[in-house]
């Protein structure tokens, strides 16, 4: 199975940037579709970006306009720009298998990063 490793959060203030980053330790080229989750204390986990093999997007509402997700096949890469942080932001980022309508791989969870929105 692909082990994905995510990093790339941080502390930021609201209204501040961070680009997560989800590297895969072997091809993700075959993988149809990998998203970006988030979980923040005390809420149910979502699927906040989206993209498939074919360069489709997805976003979650609250996210739209803000947040730009971006796969490298070649560097088995999926990336999430994240711009104009709010608080509401702030939770434990995953990457994983992620469409609508299609759940994640329960053995693709790595540990997540963490984002903190402050001032």
């Known amino acids: 199975q692909v082990q994905l490793v995510e990093s790339g959060g941080g502390l930021v203030q609201p209204g501040g940037s961070l680009r997560l980053s989800c590297v895969g330790s072997r091809s993700i080229k075959n993988m149809y579709a990998l998203g970006w989750y988030r979980q923040a204390p005390g809420k149910q986990r979502e699927l906040v970006a989206a993209i498939t093999s074919g360069g489709s997007k997805n976003y979650a509402d609250s996210v739209k306009g803000r947040f730009t997700i971006s796969r490298d096949d070649a560097k088995n890469t999926v990336s999430l720009q994240m711009n104009s942080l709010k608080y509401d932001d702030a939770a434990v980022y995953y990457c994983?298998?992620?469409?609508?309508?299609?759940?994640?791989?329960?053995?693709?969870w790595g540990q997540g990063t963490q984002v903190t929105v402050s001032s």
């Open positions: 994983n298998r992620g469409w609508p309508g299609l759940g994640p791989h329960d053995d693709y």
